[in-house]
């Protein structure tokens, strides 16, 4: 998948996926793939600076906590304002597929 396509939403697929419970980073780029059925695949490196941005927005929160291996992992939770900026890029998303899907004639996925 082109880069720049994947960059169009990342952030609403994390928020997203933040929305269906917290997660630490490697957790997230799994889900994504797992859910995606391997069409998005982030490095770290593409996932920890939409994560930083969104935590600079208060879109999402961090914690530390230690995972059942002893691990001290980061979990990141989505925050009532994430909450709405989801919402918001979830309403533009339907109306940007709504448009693509009637001038290429398709029909709309859900």
């Not at 630490?24 to 780029?29: D, E, L, P, T």
């Not at 995606?36 to 939409?50: A, D, H, M, R």
Request: proline letters at 1%; charged letters at 20%; glycine letters at 8%.
């Amino acid at each position: 998948m082109d880069k720049r396509y994947m960059a169009l939403g990342t952030s609403m697929l994390v928020l997203k996926l933040l929305h269906q419970q917290s997660m630490y980073g490697y957790q997230i780029i799994r889900e994504l793939e797992q859910q995606s059925q391997n069409v998005f695949k982030l490095k770290e490196g593409t996932l920890y600076p939409i994560l930083h941005t969104l935590e600079h927005e208060g879109a999402v929160t961090s914690y530390q906590q230690t995972a059942d291996n002893g691990r001290l992992r980061k979990y990141y939770a989505i925050t009532t304002g994430g909450q709405k900026l989801l919402n918001e890029k979830s309403k533009e998303w339907e109306v940007y597929q709504t448009a693509i899907n009637k001038v290429m004639g398709g029909v709309l996925f859900e």
